[in-house]
């Protein structure tokens, strides 16, 4: 072996070491579901969309109305992996992948979001009353409100199954101590791969669609991912395109037959990617994906796994949130866009 070749594997196994340690830390992680319900003190600093282009404000159909890199003294906080937004009081509940609740008050000077005013935390309990005890129980990914009974829905990967709660909201921070009184393990997700579940979830007219982030939609499958249509008490299988080796980690419902999607692409071996797209049904079984804008360097581009819609005065608003796996390369951005009519799109 050449000292070139050696070089080369002395730096993929330095590499694979570092990566190893990475997924040894982000199983860890930090105490899962730490303390109790208490107030969150959050630092923000703004960050920009292009920093080498600081006045650029688009990207494909979204509109950027600011972002923060925010940070807290609180060790339960970090793994935010879903928002949603409150419009009956302007915040957002967010879950961590550690079965955290979190709670985001944002501070904005008209449209642009300029800080986050308040914040609280607390564990997410089970129908006992009790935190989870290890990662295989913690890992909520997706947070929603079931439309058929107004309840708040907390979908886990690894322990596929989605916990019920009955009046947790962010606009009443003590709700969040509140026990689950339901559990929900559709017979669809049962089969999919461990860490490979539901990483989105969203109402879908009367019912909810789930999305999978990475098991196939059959086997063998590549460029389509499961997804899964729950509505009066059946669950109808459906496939998602995942192309690029973009992998839902977000949905939202926009209208009737109409989603939202963030689908990211992991950074090795060509490059963290993450796109917002439309999701239709196309009536086949498969949904349609039509893809609004990308964020890939030197866009700001992090670990976005949350995304949250706000309707208000005829304009659509989304925030997006980072998951920075409680790993300190990585950070928790919270941004802001509007949505553009598709003729108002620019670059990207």
Known sequence: ??????????????????????????????????????????????????AAEPARDRVGRLRFLGGLALSAPDKGFGGLSSLLWEPACGRLLAVTDAASWVILVPEEAGDRLVGVRQGWIAPIRDAYGRRADRKYHADAEAVMRDPATGETMVWFELDHRAQRYRGVSACAPESLETPAHGVDRPEGIRRWTSNKGVEAAAPDGNGILLLAEGTPAEEGAKGEMAALRLRGGAAAPLRYPAPEGLLATASAELAPGKHLVLQRRPPWPRGLLVTVSLLTDAGDGSLARTEIARFAPPLLVENFEGLALRNEGGRTFLYLVSDDNFLPAQRTLFLKFELLPAEEAGPG
């Open 1 to 50: 072996m050449t000292f070139g070749l050696k070089l080369l594997a002395a730096a993929a196994s330095l590499a694979a070491f570092a990566a190893g340690a990475a997924y040894a830390t982000y199983l860890v992680g930090p105490p899962i579901g730490p303390g109790a319900l208490r107030p969150l003190a959050i630092a923000s600093a703004p960050v920009l969309l292009d």
